[in-house]
């Protein structure tokens, strides 16, 4: 799927810099990001799922340990 990233010139310059560094294209930096961004998203969604299910399971002893 075609897609258009607008970016502003400073972006645009450190993505292009950033790239040329690592050793690849504009496009696979932006790619890499976006897999990244998505990968960070559902960790952060799993972890409080965890707690989540930690704070209920564990509640009683949670309450005694804060006193």
């Known amino acids: 799927m075609a897609m258009t990233l607008r970016l502003t010139k400073e972006e645009q310059d450190a993505l ?3 790239a040329v ?3 690849m294209s504009m496009q696979e930096a932006a790619r890499q990001a976006v897999r990244e961004y998505i990968a960070k998203a559902e960790h952060r969604d799993r972890v409080a799922a965890a707690t989540e299910h930690v704070k209920q399971r564990h509640a009683d002893a949670l309450q005694r340990l804060g006193e």
Do not use: A
């Open 21 to 23: 560094l690592d050793g």
């Open 16 to 18: 292009r810099e950033r």
